[in-house]
């Protein structure tokens, strides 16, 4: 080879070598990108949502006599529910800070301890009626900007008007401070309770089970439906036939489909024409079924299609019929790649929210649901609600149902990667 063929080989050889550390130093800022924006993301969401898990408690020296309840002597089981507990919330207050005269400041230290206090006091004096006559510290749930406040979410440094929390309040609260009768305390409210007007009240209970109903739905309608789609195209459909042809591009076609279009399906046929109930599991599940299908089922024919031809013949030529051979041999192969795709289908129908907002699943609902037709939200549905409610206090919220709904997203795909690993065989 000539001096000048060599050296024209070299320059190709640096150019190819050149080209080839530019693309893996893109790839490798394209990776670092990423993972900085989900460091960022995470950070956001965590930092916003972590206060969320605790509540701020006022304690306070409750009088509980008859005359300021309303009670007689001897009350029925109906007295006490409908005695007057708020009164007496309030005047332990007025004790504790005296010389407040001014309505607007009486007005501003009722609200400091939220609504839900008297029936807490309620709950308490019905379970035992010997509290009556008695003075009980209690720790009471404070007031949703009280809670922001104390946990650092307002400066105080800020002028009067730009915060909600007044000069007087801020008094109180240092008089509360120095007498250590306010705290925080893990917030059990927002993992039994189910939504609220109030922030401090609001917690995930009711959307959380209802997910888990709709999730239920799903996976009971979509597993053997979609696996007995899969085993049937890949197994016993007819090859290079018009209609399975038709039937595998719909399919394809369809885990491309925009969510909302499922849900406006849903909309017309299984509310309107079908009757099922609006803003039920039952409905959110059939309509996430049609979403999952097509995910199980492409995942369904890959892990069949991945068990070895020697698998069947072996079985056929042991005087196995197709169908024994299928059952009995392919499907417990393929069964890891199956439920892993299912798992991951699952997780995706988890986290989706337009599908449920077009069959009314977005409705304000309290009660935590008792069944499959009884109304409820879900997880996504709540985080949409919370994000737009105007309170600072619903921000937090909104986080913190974020990371709760990130982590059963992330349990989901684990239980994925364990299944496959624990069953997956190579060939």
């Known amino acids: 080879m000539s001096t000048t063929n060599t050296e024209k080989v070299k320059a190709t050889l640096a150019k190819r070598y050149a080209r080839e550390k530019r693309f893996r130093a893109y790839g490798f800022i394209s990776i670092a990108l990423s993972i900085m924006f989900l460091a960022i993301l995470l950070l956001d969401i965590f930092s916003k949502g972590l206060p969320a898990f605790t509540s701020t408690y006022i304690k306070l020296d409750v009088v509980l006599d008859a005359p300021t309840l309303g009670l007689e002597a001897n009350p029925t089981q109906e007295q006490l529910n409908a005695a007057n507990y708020n009164k007496a919330i309030n005047t332990s207050l007025e004790t504790l800070f005296p010389g407040v005269?001014?309505?607007?400041?009486?007005?501003?230290?009722?609200?400091?301890?939220?609504?839900?206090?008297?029936?807490?006091?309620?709950?308490?004096?019905?379970?035992?009626?010997?509290?009556?006559?008695?003075?009980?510290?209690?720790?009471?749930?404070?007031?949703?900007?009280?809670?922001?406040?104390?946990?650092?979410?307002?400066?105080?440094?800020?002028?009067?008007?730009?915060?909600?929390?007044?000069?007087?309040?801020?008094?109180?609260?240092?008089?509360?401070?120095?007498?250590?009768?306010?705290?925080?305390?893990?917030?059990?409210?927002?993992?039994?309770?189910?939504?609220?007007?109030?922030?401090?009240?609001?917690?995930?209970?009711?959307?959380?089970?209802?997910?888990?109903?709709?999730?239920?739905?799903?996976?009971?309608?979509?597993?053997?439906?979609?696996?007995?789609?899969?085993?049937?195209?890949?197994?016993?459909?007819?090859?290079?036939?018009?209609?399975?042809?038709?039937?595998?591009?719909?399919?394809?076609?369809?885990?491309?489909?925009?969510?909302?279009?499922?849900?406006?399906?849903?909309?017309?046929?299984?509310?309107?024409?079908?009757?099922?109930?609006?803003?039920?599991?039952?409905?959110?599940?059939?309509?996430?079924?049609?979403?999952?299908?097509?995910?199980?089922?492409?995942?369904?024919?890959?892990?069949?299609?991945?068990?070895?031809?020697?698998?069947?013949?072996?079985?056929?030529?042991?005087?196995a019929s197709k169908t024994q051979s299928v059952f009995q041999n392919v499907l417990p192969l393929a069964m890891p790649g199956i439920m892993t795709g299912a798992i991951i289908g699952m997780a995706h129908a988890l986290g989706e929210t337009a599908p449920l907002l077009m069959i009314g699943m977005v409705a304000f609902i309290m009660d935590v649901p008792s069944g499959v037709t009884s109304p409820a939200a879900a997880l996504p549905v709540q985080i949409f609600l919370w994000s737009d409610s105007p309170e600072r206090a619903f921000m937090e919220r909104t986080s913190a149902a974020i990371i709760v709904l990130l982590a059963f997203l992330i349990l989901m795909n684990l239980l994925a990667v364990i299944l496959r690993k624990r069953f997956e065989r190579r060939w």
Not at 261 to 272: D, P, R, S
């Open 101 to 319: 005269e001014e309505r607007k400041q009486k007005k501003a230290l009722k609200a400091m301890i939220s609504d839900a206090a008297g029936y807490t006091l309620r709950d308490q004096v019905v379970a035992d009626p010997s509290l009556i006559g008695t003075t009980q510290s209690l720790w009471l749930l404070a007031d949703d900007e009280i809670d922001v406040f104390h946990k650092g979410g307002v400066d105080r440094a800020l002028p009067e008007a730009d915060r909600r929390i007044k000069d007087f309040q801020l008094t109180w609260l240092d008089k509360l401070e120095a007498e250590d009768r306010i705290e925080s305390q893990f917030n059990t409210i927002f993992f039994t309770h189910g939504d609220s007007r109030e922030p401090e009240q609001a917690g995930i209970m009711s959307a959380l089970i209802g997910s888990i109903y709709t999730m239920l739905v799903t996976l009971l309608l979509s597993f053997p439906i979609g696996v007995a789609a899969a085993i049937y195209l890949e197994e016993f459909a007819p090859k290079n036939n018009f209609w399975v042809d038709l039937i595998e591009v719909n399919i394809n076609n369809l885990a491309a489909v925009p969510s909302i279009v499922f849900g406006l399906l849903g909309l017309a046929v299984f509310i309107q024409f079908f009757g099922s109930p609006r803003s039920a599991p039952l409905t959110g599940g059939l309509v996430m079924t049609l979403l999952v299908l097509p995910t199980i089922i492409i995942a369904s024919r890959a892990a069949l299609r991945a068990v070895p031809p020697s698998i069947r013949e072996g079985a056929l030529g042991l005087g």
